[in-house]
T-cell receptor, first 115, second 115 residues
Framework: GDSVTQMEGPVTLSEEAFLTINCTYTATGYPSLFWYVQYPGEGLQLLLKATKADDKGSNKGFEATYRKETTSFHLEKGSVQVSDSAVYFCALTINSGGSNYKLTFGKGTLLTVNP | DTGVSQDPRHKITKRGQNVTFRCDPISEHNRLYWYRQTLGQGPEFLTYFQNEAQLEKSRLLSDRFSAERPKGSFSTLEIQRTEQGDSAMYLC?????????????FGPGTRLTVL
């Protein structure tokens, strides 16, 4: 079946540090890839996405590149801020030609950024 | 867009009681998903609606669970004879079938505690 594996947290960084959260996947079909973020006390928000190999998704200084050869979609940010403290989820959906694009999520990675 | 809304935000119930949750999707979104999230895990797919039709149910959805989406607008998720193992965050997401990618927007969730 389809699955997503994220690096285990928690991850603790100082402000302005470089962030990488690893994500790899296995998929029965051709996936679209997503990063969602969950800030404390809030719902899941889409952070960025990529729909085909070599696409780069980006938003709010975060980037992730869809690497088909390594089945990876690692999240990066060059300089984190305290406000980036949240739980980050990598997810995929399969473009099967049907209509159910259910998301398969990783377990999430808690990021804490200290001033 | 007012976003996806869910009601109630929190529900505490005693084992054996029935509970019902409501989800109002973003207007004009014809796809609606329910997910369940337990502590330390990513959300897991429960069921999917295309308009008013329930097209897929996960094996996680036992016979005690039922979901409806009358008229293709809001949706309800009912759990009968609740068990302590049902304690979780229940998330609703909606999307539409325009474009090539299904981007799901999540509500804030309903946190269920079964005593």
């Amino acid at each position: 079946g389809d699955s997503v594996t994220q690096m285990e947290g928690p991850v603790t960084l100082s402000e302005e540090a470089f962030l990488t959260i690893n994500c790899t996947y296995t998929a029965t079909g051709y996936p679209s890839l997503f990063w969602y973020v969950q800030y404390p006390g809030e719902g899941l928000q889409l952070l960025l996405k990529a729909t085909k190999a070599d696409d780069k998704g980006s938003n709010k200084g975060f980037e992730a590149t869809y690497r088909k050869e390594t089945t990876s979609f690692h999240l990066e940010k060059g300089s984190v801020q305290v406000s980036d403290s949240a739980v980050y989820f990598c997810a995929l959906t399969i473009n099967s030609g049907g209509s159910n694009y259910k998301l398969t999520f990783g377990k999430g990675t808690l990021l804490t950024v200290n001033p | 867009d007012t976003g996806v809304s869910q009601d109630p935000r929190h529900k505490i119930t005693k084992r054996g009681q029935n509970v019902t949750f409501r989800c109002d999707p973003i207007s004009e979104h014809n796809r609606l998903y329910w997910y369940r999230q337990t502590l330390g895990q990513g959300p897991e797919f429960l069921t999917y609606f295309q308009n008013e039709a329930q097209l897929e149910k996960s094996r996680l959805l036992s016979d005690r669970f039922s979901a409806e989406r009358p008229k293709g607008s809001f949706s309800t998720l009912e759990i009968q004879r609740t068990e302590q193992g049902d304690s979780a965050m229940y998330l609703c997401a909606s999307s539409n079938d325009r474009g090539l990618t299904d981007t799901q927007y999540f509500g804030p969730g309903t946190r269920l505690t079964v005593l």
